[in-house]
């Protein structure tokens, strides 16, 4: 299990862990103690998950692939810049 150290300092098998640090790999039972034990100050990180891979066929194409002939859609990020008309 993982910790996240929201406030003060947590000394953990001879490291310090300030604000805003993780502690990886913690023991289930010694993290339920810590957690227990510091009044809101350290929270138990959600589970890691394992990435997916589907299978890679390359006769698949993505929608957005320009050379699947689709255009770039716009999501209401920046503006499209050309990059020889920004130097002077």
Known sequence: MDL???QFTVRYQGKDYGPGSVIYDVEQAVA????AGSNGTIAALP????AVSG???KKTKS????????KAV???G???VDP?????
């Open 74 to 76: 716009d999501l209401g």
């Open 32 to 35: 339920e103690n810590l957690i």
């Open 55 to 57: 299978p890679k066929d």
């Open 4 to 6: 996240h150290i929201k």
């Open 84 to 88: 020889t008309k920004t130097v002077k």
């Open 63 to 70: 929608a957005a692939d320009p050379a699947n002939g689709a």
């Open 78 to 80: 920046l503006p499209a």
């Open 47 to 50: 589970g890691k998950e394992e």
